[in-house]
């Protein structure tokens, strides 16, 4: 599937500066979460490897120069269902050390990758490794390696004016684990030339400092590990328990796979069939919003336009902060699907003396245009994804499910 831009990522890497308490509710299907099986994962919520996330989704992986034994496990990856494959480097203070083969243009030149974020961007080289999570193997993967010390961050990688995230401190996690809809993070619209307008300059070819937008073929791209897979291989499912109180951690499962054994059943969920911008509907106070479903925000992001029932945080504007309760309903819908959501946002200053809490049910702040149903939304619910062009028992994907 062709993309001809790439798809901007929620705030996902807020930190635990200002928080605001949210409770979802209403439509949540609690079913039961998968414990054991060579298709599931465990995964965390918790402050991550750097002590400072709040409301981040974690996990571990292996990885592999390709071919080889040549293997490491990372720990504190961020399992995001909004964006691709990276690792932090040693030399921003991640857990990678293996020298991983990079990846390079037919003059031999490095290929840098750019990832832009709302809240921040990564820059470093492409190079290609095998991932294995639970007994799942994915060979030859493209993926970013986050580098300070590779070349000077292009100006093309730098029109959202976002800070970058290259260090442990700033990422708050040692890479990124993408299990989103799509297989390749651009697709065609990256494989056409580097000065056609089309392209939208994710990738770059670097000589020394200097790097300039190019073309990458499709199949060379950042990638989800999950179509790779020799089985299980058309979507994941995030299961995590509901959470009723801000805590220091809550676990569940990430499975592999959308109806090909039996502990990943769709089991009377809702389908949302999604557009090549991984976005479906929501309805708030009677205005449509394109929105979407991101394991790698930490919050439920929309704009209150009643902002008197749910004002921000005085010394902050990433989050709600309501006078009293806030009793909140919103309908998502595609293709005739339909469910409601009801959630209630708290005052957040009752939070702040909470140091030794990092999972907060419901995190809620503004964001005009889309309507981000971040991690909170996960909690309570088994969330499908699956993956474009992939049979289910539900259709072929593109979809989100819950």
Not at 96 to 124: A, K, R, Y
Not at 161 to 175: I, S
Not at 352 to 369: C, D, I, K, Q
């Amino acid at each position: 599937m062709s993309r001809a831009l790439p798809r901007l990522i929620a705030p996902a890497a807020l930190l635990a500066t200002a928080l605001a308490l949210a409770h979802c509710g209403g439509s949540s299907r609690q079913q039961k979460i998968a414990n054991s099986g060579s298709n599931v994962q465990p995964i965390v919520v918790n402050s991550g490897p750097a002590g400072n996330y709040a409301n981040g989704l974690f996990t571990d992986i292996t990885v592999c120069v390709p071919s080889t034994s040549d293997c490491e496990k990372i720990s504190g990856v961020l399992v995001d269902t909004g964006s691709y494959g990276r690792l932090l480097s040693s030399a921003g203070g991640g857990a990678l050390t293996l020298s991983l083969p990079p990846q390079t243009d037919s003059n031999g030149n490095s290929i840098g990758e750019c990832g832009e974020f709302v809240s921040g961007l990564t820059w470093g080289r492409v190079a290609t490794a095998d991932v294995q999570i639970a007994d799942e193997k994915a060979s030859g993967l493209p993926v970013q390696i986050i580098d300070p010390t590779f070349a000077s961050v292009p100006a093309g990688c730098q029109h959202t004016g976002a800070p970058e995230q290259d260090t442990l401190e700033l990422l708050g996690a040692n890479g990124i684990l993408g299990i989103g809809p799509f297989i390749q993070d651009c697709g065609g619209a990256c494989a056409l030339p580097g000065n056609n307008p089309g392209n939208p300059g994710l990738y770059f070819s670097c000589v020394s400092s200097s790097c300039q937008v190019t073309s990458v073929p499709i199949a060379k791209q950042l990638a989800n590990p999950v179509g790779f897979f020799a089985s299980d291989n058309n979507g994941v499912i995030v299961e995590l328990p509901a959470v009723s109180a801000a805590t220091p951690s809550v676990s569940g499962s990430l499975v592999f796979g959308i109806g090909t054994r039996s502990n990943n059943d769709l089991k009377g969920e809702s389908v949302f069939p999604i557009n090549s911008n991984a976005e479906f509907t929501t309805t708030f106070q009677g205005q449509s919003y394109p929105a979407f479903i991101d394991s790698g925000s930490n919050g439920l992001f929309f704009l209150d336009s009643k902002t008197s029932s749910i004002p921000l945080c005085p010394d902050t504007s990433s989050f709600y902060r309501p006078t009293q309760p806030a009793s909140v309903t919103a309908t998502t819908s595609s293709n005739g699907a339909t469910d409601t959501v009801n959630f209630t946002v708290n005052n957040a200053d009752t939070l702040f003396s909470s140091r030794s809490a990092f999972v907060f049910p419901g995190l809620a702040g503004p964001n005009a245009g889309k309507f981000d149903w971040g991690l909170p939304f996960f909690f309570g619910r088994n969330v499908f994804t699956a993956i474009e062009a992939r049979s289910t028992p539900a259709g072929s994907g593109p979809f989100w499910a819950f």
